[in-house]
């Protein structure tokens, strides 16, 4: 590598500890076990503190073939560590002829997630979320699987679902009530996106759909043919089916 100095982590930080406020952050994001994979929904708000810095950030992203990666926290530091993870996959594979085990690309993104704790300490902390398709599993229903970290690099194998960012505790306080085992990933789908309507209802720093502008969550899927982003029209199906129904029962 010609410059390592320059990865997350390994550069020179000010003193003191960045504010919160100077630096877009962005929330929400889901993953959740279908019978056939995994699907993974993020909402499009970036703030800064009391601000809406963006309204159609993207936070969730194909990793490879099979798998997905999110992001919740620093924007910048968050969206550098998605794209190194997604190269460093792809590197391994050309070097490799093979593609990571699930595990060994999970262990992979937690070593990248505690090299940027420094930059977390000051306030920079932005922390991924990782599911995909396990091509070893036993059998299909039991393929989808979803990782969580914490800043110092902790990897934790989470059992059907669960949810990343300021929004998290409303979002998974919908899945918890409404996820069963064994759910199509067209429900699971539809339960992804309502539960960021949940999370955008009692968060402020969670974007709801945006009818008006077009904005909808970014959906995306890791099946056995491999990982998919939902069209553009096609989550808008799912969001404004959503919000026809809030309409009628704004509790959900």
Avoid: C, W
């Avoid at 490799?96 to 060994?104: H, I, P």
């Avoid at 993104?109 to 920079?124: F, K, S, V, W």
């Amino acid at each position: 590598m010609a410059a390592p100095e320059l990865l997350p982590g390994r550069r020179p930080l000010p003193p003191g500890v960045a504010a919160g406020e100077l630096a877009p952050h962005g929330t929400t994001i889901v993953a959740i076990v279908s019978a056939e994979g995994v699907v993974m929904a993020g909402d499009r708000r970036a703030t800064m503190g009391n601000l809406i810095a963006n309204r159609d950030v993207e936070k969730v992203y194909r990793a490879d073939e099979y798998s997905l990666v999110g992001m919740a926290g620093t924007a910048g530091v968050g969206l550098e560590l998605v794209k190194l993870f997604q190269v460093e996959l792809e590197h391994y594979e050309k070097i490799e002829g093979t593609m990571l085990s699930l595990d060994g690309k999970a262990n992979r993104l937690a070593t990248m997630t505690r090299n940027n704790l420094g930059a977390a300490l000051q306030g920079l902390a932005a922390i991924p979320l990782f599911a995909g398709f396990d091509l070893a599993a036993p059998s299909p229903d039991k393929a989808g699987r979803i990782f969580s970290f914490d800043v110092a690099g902790g990897i934790y194998e989470e059992d059907g679902y669960h949810a990343l960012g300021s929004g998290s505790l409303f979002a998974k306080s919908a899945l918890k009530k409404r996820y069963r085992p064994g759910m199509s990933t067209d429900e699971v789908i539809r339960l992804a996106v309502e539960a960021l309507y949940d999370a955008a209802d009692e968060d402020t720093a969670t974007g709801g759909p945006d009818v008006t502008r077009k904005i909808y969550p970014v959906v995306m899927t890791a099946t056995a043919e491999g990982a998919r982003r939902l069209t553009d029209e096609e989550s808008a199906q799912v969001a404004e089916a959503v919000v026809a129904g809030r309409m009628e029962n704004p509790g959900g």
